[in-house]
């Protein structure tokens, strides 16, 4: 079949399967996932070149992994880096640990078998969890955050539990030369990227911006964006450890925003490949005979995943609430599972039969993620109130050493202090209103402490860390979190404590605004929405209007229903 065929093939498969995933309002990634069974070779087998469609796929994988690196900050990253340094190893020891005894006294596998089991599943999807943490608007999450640095590590430790899988098969003679030789390699790479970051990456890149091209900016962001991560996987390391890496100096550098800004389109473009490649992999007719094994291999990852990760985020300081979000976002099998359970087979270490189960369970896993993340949004705050209610569930509202019980009061309460949550702060410093700060990153309320500050440590929706509040007393309550469900989630428990309490609340996207309406909230503010006031004002003001007529202008636009009431979709 003619290449650019199969590519339109793909291309309009995703389309349609993202229409109806769209419209029976599922994340559209299910869609692309379904199709992808459809028209691959075990099926319709309506495009064939599998080479082809690899290709792709692997470009959309770095791609993504350079955007991020893009979005993400080093300081964001750092937030969360005790969980996601010393909690991802955890969680992958942990999780290789129980699935190798799962496989070998459940299941009654050999214990090689139970043994590369045990390796795959301790990874996770970094591509569907980046996908669908993009679709639900909670890249910026707290959840999404930690999520993220603990897939970064896992994408790390590919090349040594590689290295462990040809172990096992015999092919590594001398284990401490391979993993000296490994380290070295990571060290060289992250080297190789800082010194470029800092003195070749902005001189080359202003050399092409002076030139004021955009298909050559294009160019060059692809060029080191997909050079990076060829040059890492010619050391043996991950496609997606040096696209990220890239992503991440370059986001240091003036050009970062137009790079994300160009690079976006072909990012979403070969993403979608991705998800129907590995739709493609899966085979209806072995999923139909081996039903009752995939099903039990499904639960015995979603038990084994979901435990570990709730209890490390749990561990490490962070709300129920937030472990639960992590853990089942997390529950999925990797995509470089499949490249490990190959290795396996191409070893001698399991059997077609076996890597075949692999990977149907893994497939499934990520079909799964999505709706069980959208289950999970609906129910956990249904359950935890119901049981709150009944004075079944007690979230610790303080776990700290330092921490003090006495009531925090303020007249202002602020529920969460990323960047808006602390300019609020300063601003109210400044006019000298009493506040309190409700925070769930323990690293923060230490700081606050620290600076004397009023604050509560816990999750803000939960009912019993708002009772730490005594909102009776409070004006106004500003919610400031950028994760949609958190806002709804401790706008609707707020409003249980104080139904005239006054809400600011953060939202992004026409849906949330309206169900924020629905429940009282008045005052919502879109950072979209303000920052675009802003351009305007500014626009205008360099076009020599006068001040009373762009004061005018903006009133104008501020009762423009369409626009104040959010209507578009676009999210952050």
């Not at 045990?118 to 608007?137: A, D, F, N, P, Y």
Request: aromatic share 8%; glycine share 8%; proline share 3%.
């Amino acid at each position: 079949m003619d290449p650019v065929i199969g590519i339109a093939i793909l291309l309009a498969a995703a389309l349609v399967g993202g229409m109806i995933a769209h419209r029976l309002n599922q994340p559209v990634i299910l869609g692309y996932l379904v199709v992808g069974v459809a028209v691959g070779p075990y099926a319709l087998s309506l495009v064939d070149d599998l080479e082809l469609i690899e290709a792709a796929a692997t470009m959309g994988v770095a791609l993504l992994m350079l955007t991020l690196g893009l979005e993400i900050s080093i300081g964001q990253l750092k937030q969360v880096g005790k969980v996601g340094l010393w909690g991802g190893i955890i969680q992958i020891l942990v999780t290789f640990a129980l699935g190798l005894l799962a496989g070998f006294l459940l299941f009654k596998w050999p214990l090689v078998q139970a043994f590369l089991f045990g390796l795959v599943i301790s990874l996770s999807s970094t591509m569907v969890c980046l996908k669908v943490l993009m679709e639900r608007g909670e890249l910026d999450s707290v959840h999404g955050q930690i999520m993220i640095s603990i897939l970064i590590l896992q994408d790390i430790s590919v090349v040594l539990i590689a290295v462990l899988i040809h172990l096992l098969g015999g092919s590594v003679e001398n284990l401490p030369l391979t993993l000296a030789s490994t380290a070295g390699a990571i060290a060289l790479s992250v080297g190789i990227a800082i010194v470029s970051g800092l003195w070749v990456l902005p001189w080359l890149m202003g050399r092409v911006g002076g030139i004021r091209s955009r298909e050559l900016f294009l160019l060059i962001v692809l060029v080191l964006g997909l050079g990076t991560a060829l040059a890492t996987q010619i050391f043996g390391l991950s496609v997606i450890f040096g696209a990220f890496i890239v992503g991440l100096v370059l986001r240091e550098t003036r050009f970062a925003h137009q790079a994300l800004a160009e690079i976006t389109p072909l990012r979403d473009i070969f993403a979608t490949l991705f998800f129907v490649s590995l739709g493609m992999l899966l085979s209806p007719r072995f999923v139909l005979e081996n039903w009752g094994a995939i099903a039990a291999t499904v639960a015995l990852i979603f038990l084994i995943k979901t435990l570990v990760v709730f209890g490390v985020v749990y561990f490490f300081g962070y709300s129920r609430r937030i472990a639960v979000f992590t853990s089942v976002g997390l529950f999925q099998v990797g995509e470089f599972s499949f490249i490990l359970a190959q290795t396996g087979v191409n070893e001698g270490i399991i059997t077609d039969q076996f890597y075949s189960l692999v990977l149907a369970s893994a497939i499934v896993s990520m079909i799964l993620t999505p709706l069980l993340m959208d289950l999970v949004s609906w129910l956990y705050p249904r359950l935890t109130q119901a049981l709150a209610g009944g004075e079944i569930i007690i979230e610790d509202a303080e776990t700290l050493p330092s921490a003090k019980p006495a009531q925090a009061v303020g007249s202002v309460v602020i529920a969460g202090y990323g960047r808006v949550g602390q300019n609020i702060a300063k601003g109210l410093q400044d006019a000298r209103v009493p506040f309190t700060v409700i925070e769930i990153d323990p690293e923060r309320i230490f700081d606050l402490r620290c600076e004397q500050v009023s604050c509560v440590y816990g999750d803000a929706s939960n009912i019993h860390v708002l009772s730490r509040v005594d909102l009776a007393k409070a004006k106004v309550l500003v919610v400031t979190f950028p994760d949609p469900q958190a806002v709804v989630t401790t706008v609707t428990t707020a409003l249980k404590k104080n139904p005239k309490l006054k809400i600011v609340a953060r939202v992004h996207r026409a849906r949330d605004a309206e169900l924020l309406k629905s429940l009282g909230v008045t005052e919502l503010v879109s950072p979209e929405y303000v920052a675009s006031l802003e351009f305007l004002d500014r626009v205008l003001s360099l076009s020599g209007w006068k001040e009373a007529k762009i004061e005018h202008t903006l009133d104008e636009v501020r009762q423009d229903k369409e626009i104040a009431e959010f209507s578009s979709e676009e999210e952050v």
